[in-house]
């Protein structure tokens, strides 16, 4: 060990009484780790052991195991052990000098001035005189003379300070056992079981098909308790919303248009004579009669002045080319549009006069799907049903039903927005029968349906008209019109050109020939010679 200045001053008195062997010379790096160690109030006093460091280690861990245990600590949350890491790499021990026992208070004391003057030491080591040896050596001994006892037997005592030392290392690790204790708080790890238990909550939402009820029940009552009048809420709304109501309801979007204007709420009944499109029982009213019906959009005559008669039990096609006006047409038979004029009578119910008593007889399918995609199948069945003013437990066995003939049952619980156009049609046209009407207008209802869904549908309304129902639809399917369909009306540029039975409007053609002849044939393609040049 290098000498220590300070200690002399005070040990001359007595040196000599008990001179240990002077040490040997110290490397000066490993005396420069010694005395940092003491500068962190390390235990570098203590003997060194022959394993150098593990000794001090183990001198401690005899200390900690008289303390009483910890509790066990999470990996995560255990502290670091700041003050034992550095001993482990203590260099010191293995060349350090045996010494004798000192005193705590004396190694403090020696220890402070060294920490005061850390780089004397170095000095003494370039010239490593015996002498400088000496001194220190004795050091601690006279120390303890000053003590109650000089005899060296006393000597032993201070084996007994060496416990005051072991104690005070012992209260820094009770001040660590406190430190953990906290910590067991934070343990409370079960932080992650909340945030596991939340991902059962996507399950309810796919469940919710309780919903339907509280979400039908509401609106419903400005439908089935509406006037005329009462139309003009939908139509500030939601147009969506507006299109089921209005199917379901008493009036239509253009009266509601009117009565909010302050205007007449219906068309004035037109002068007609009634064509028979085909045979119907005599005296029994048809299940569908237009009068005059006109509709038009600004300068565009979309509907002009057409007259239908459908018996009841018939089934009717209408068709024409592309802006014909057959959407139109059906729109007005449903009630979404008004027409600015003529009149609609469903089962000789004047649709304009008494719009409840009129759609109540029907069932439609609109020619855009809009609809409540965001309700499911069920929900939206249910809805349909409920509106009818069915009983929700008669609503449920028909909606199994059609669900099951349209092919539809795996897709119930599913939103009406995730299916494709054509199950969006199927559950469309599902909804339109749930009710049981005596007529059906449908717009389109085979666009987009496979051929098999589109068999089912077929024997589905031939079986619905061979019991007395009456379906008008439209199609630009001329075989499928003419293989199904009893009569037919050919419309163009909103007027009727034709109509009739079948056989009576396609003559000695095809149904498709006479819609070419009577539609202006094939258009004008000349003139796109450069789609044949291609670009690349
Ligand atoms: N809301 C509207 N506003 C303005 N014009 C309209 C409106 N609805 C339809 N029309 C016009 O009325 C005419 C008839 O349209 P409609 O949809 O009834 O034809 P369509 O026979 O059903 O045609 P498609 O076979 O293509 O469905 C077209 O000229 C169309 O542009």
Not at 2 to 9: C, D, H, I, L, S
Not at 104 to 116: E, F, I, K
Not at 126 to 141: D, L, T
Request: hydrophobic fraction near 40%.
């Amino acid at each position: 060990m290098p000498p220590r200045p300070q200690p002399e001053t005070d040990l001359a008195p007595d040196r000599g009484s008990a001179v240990p062997p002077p040490p040997p010379a110290v490397p000066a790096a490993e005396a420069a780790a010694a005395r940092a160690d003491a500068a962190d109030g390390r235990d570098t006093m203590s003997p060194p052991s022959p394993s150098g460091a593990q000794g001090a280690d183990s001198a401690v861990a005899e200390r900690i195991d008289d303390i009483p245990p910890k509790p066990p600590l999470p990996a995560a949350s255990r502290p670091p052990r700041k003050k034992r890491a550095p001993r482990k790499n203590a260099p010191a021990a293995p060349a350090v000098p045996d010494k004798p026992e000192i005193p705590a208070a004396v190694a403090a004391a020696s220890y402070q001035g060294a920490a005061q003057e850390p780089m004397a030491t170095p000095e003494p080591l370039v010239a490593p005189e015996p002498e400088a040896f000496v001194e220190p050596a004795p050091e601690p001994e006279q120390v303890i003379l000053p003590e109650p006892d000089p005899a060296p037997v006393v000597e032993p005592e201070p084996a007994s300070e060496p416990e005051p030392e072991s104690e005070p290392e012992p209260e820094p690790e009770p001040v660590v056992e406190p430190e953990p204790e906290p910590e067991p708080v934070v343990e409370p790890e079960p932080e992650p079981e909340p945030v596991v238990v939340p991902e059962p909550e996507p399950e309810p939402v796919v469940v919710p098909e309780p919903e339907p009820e509280p979400v039908i029940e509401p609106e419903p009552e400005p439908v089935m308790d509406a006037d005329a009048e009462t139309f003009k809420e939908p139509e500030r709304s939601d147009v969506e919303a507006s299109d089921l109501e209005l199917l379901l309801g008493d009036g239509d979007a253009d009266d509601a248009e009117a009565v909010a204007e302050g205007g007449e709420p219906a068309a004035v009944p037109a002068p007609w004579h009634p064509p028979h499109d085909i045979a119907g029982n005599a005296g029994e009213a048809p299940a569908l009669r237009l009068r005059g019906v006109t509709k038009s959009f600004g300068q565009t005559r979309a509907v002009d002045a057409v007259d239908l008669e459908i018996p009841a039990g018939s089934f009717y096609g209408l068709v024409g080319p592309n802006g014909a006006g057959k959407t139109t047409t059906l729109s007005m038979i449903a009630g979404l549009l008004r027409p600015d004029s003529g009149t609609v009578e469903i089962a000789g119910v004047d649709l304009g006069r008494d719009p409840r008593g009129a759609k109540a007889q029907m069932g439609v399918l609109p020619d855009r799907l809009r609809t409540f995609d965001r309700l499911s199948g069920r929900q939206l069945l249910h809805y349909y049903g409920v509106l009818r003013g069915l009983r929700p437990a008669v609503v449920a066995e028909r909606a199994a039903d059609l669900a099951r003939a349209f092919d539809l049952t795996s897709a119930l619980g599913r939103p009406v927005s995730d299916y494709s156009a054509g199950m969006t049609k199927k559950l469309l046209l599902a909804g339109a029968m749930i009710h049981a009407p005596r007529l059906l207008v449908l717009d389109e209802p085979f666009e987009a349906v496979d051929p098999v869904s589109s068999g089912v549908i077929l024997e589905i309304l031939s079986t619905y008209v061979a019991s007395g129902g009456t379906v008008i639809l439209s199609s630009h399917g001329m075989d499928l019109v003419e293989r199904v369909c009893d009569g037919v009306a050919v419309i163009v540029a909103g007027q009727v050109l034709a109509r009739g039975t079948v056989d009576e409007v396609r003559g000695d053609h095809t149904l498709a020939e006479r819609f070419v002849q009577l539609a202006g044939g094939r258009s004008d393609v000349e003139g796109l010679e450069w789609l044949h040049t291609y670009s690349d």
